[in-house]
């Protein structure tokens, strides 16, 4: 007998003389077999006492930048508090390790051994991917949880990040977005053509079929950009973030948006090193991605309804799209999913997963939210 199998022999006995002692006269026959065998967890207790694992992560964002940033700051000292110190997040802001748009294959290759991102950026390697961040007229971030939680979103999402050895989690949600900022006013579609703006994802596609060369920059060069003229607009997330970035010097007119109603984040790690990990850290970082899934989304409408507030005591514009350009967009969109969908069948399969549950909540919502905000 090893030591292992003394010491837990030793302690059910000890254990067993105790209920035996206190239940003499009150005995109760129980039938183990009407209680299912649970889980044995034993195997799991702090085997990593006296152990300690660095995962190495990096972000797309500067370093401490607000809500995305610092939640995934956040993120990581909650999974060093609950592990006792055991499990350790180290955050590399962009272009430290690796560059701000490097950060997947960099993951993929096992350089880095997790990122915080956002899927659409790579849909150059897979169109699919920028469906798993939403799309034009699509999810609500609400709407977009439910469908990666209860309606196979997840499954299908990690069974495409597999074939680059990576494991996605929601990484947060930027709730509904700005349409953008734009040096001059947009009075028709006619306004469009031809404007150089930095717009990624599938909305990016759907501009691109409205006239509008969409240009892919990280966060870092967009108010260079946009100052100088080498773009002529640019979205985004919404008040809170772009009012620091300061687009409103250079760009004062400031529309609505239907590009990204509520946008993923991720927050996505080598798949072959999270297969190493000890269960009871994997079990600490989907608890603890959980709660930034949802701490960011509701940061983001706490801060942005305060940021509006600051915006109209700047020389902004406040603007919707003209008609004729919200409609060129749901065109576009419909020529985008039917051009990809053609083109890839991971794009396809997602987009009728997206589409099939899209139906039903725009049906419920239609009957309660909507009705309650028409009438609000």
């Known amino acids: 007998m090893n030591r292992r199998d003394f010491l837990t022999t030793a302690t059910l006995t000890s254990a067993g003389i105790a209920l035996n002692g206190c239940n003499e006269s009150h005995h109760v026959a129980i039938d183990y077999s009407k209680h299912p065998k649970k889980h044995d967890a034993t195997k799991h207790i702090n085997i990593n006492k006296n152990k300690k694992t660095v995962i190495r992560l990096a972000t797309s964002w500067p370093a401490h930048f ?3 940033g610092t939640g995934v700051e956040k993120f990581a000292q909650r999974v060093e508090d609950i592990s006792g110190g055991s499990l350790q997040i180290k955050i590399y802001p962009k272009n430290v ?5 490097a950060v997947f294959d960099a993951c993929s290759s096992g350089q880095i051994d997790a990122f915080h991102s956002g899927p659409y950026y790579w849909k150059g390697k897979n169109s699919a991917f920028a469906l798993f961040s939403g799309m034009p007229f699509g999810f609500t971030a609400e709407e977009i949880n439910s469908w990666m939680l209860f309606g196979g979103g ?9 074939k680059y050895n990576l494991h996605p989690f929601l990484g947060g949600n930027t709730n509904i977005q700005m349409g953008g900022w734009f040096r001059k006013p947009i009075r028709s579609l006619a306004d469009m053509q031809g404007l150089k703006m ?3 994802g599938l909305g990016g596609e759907v501009f691109s079929r409205m006239g509008v060369n969409p240009i892919l920059l990280p966060a870092g060069e967009i108010y260079t ?5 080498v773009i002529d607009a640019t979205e985004w997330v919404g008040p809170a973030l772009d009012i620091k970035m300061g687009f409103y010097k250079v760009a004062p007119y400031y529309y609505s948006g239907w590009h990204e109603p509520g946008s993923v984040l991720e927050l996505t790690f080598n798949k072959h090193l999270w297969s190493k990990l000890a269960f009871e850290h994997q079990s600490m970082i989907e608890v603890a991605s959980s709660e930034l899934n949802a701490n960011m989304a509701t940061e983001f409408h706490a801060k942005n309804i305060l940021a509006l507030q600051e915006l109209k005591k700047l020389n902004v514009t406040l603007a919707q799209f003209p008609n004729d350009v919200t409609e060129a ?3 576009a ?4 999913v039917r051009d990809l969908s053609a083109k890839n069948n991971d794009f396809a399969n997602v987009y009728k997963s997206i589409a099939s549950y899209l139906i039903l909540s725009k049906e419920w919502s239609d009957v309660s939210l909507k009705y309650f905000l028409n009438i609000r």
Not at 97 to 101: G, K, M, Q, Y
Not at 225 to 229: F, I, K, N, V
């Open 66 to 68: 607000p809500i995305m």
């Open 97 to 101: 390790l690796v560059p701000a748009l």
């Open 154 to 162: 997840m499954d299908l999402w990690r069974e495409q990040y597999a």
């Open 198 to 200: 930095r717009i990624p």
């Open 225 to 229: 950009s946009l100052e100088r003229g």
């Open 329 to 331: 967009g749901k065109k």
């Open 333 to 336: 969109l419909i020529e985008v």
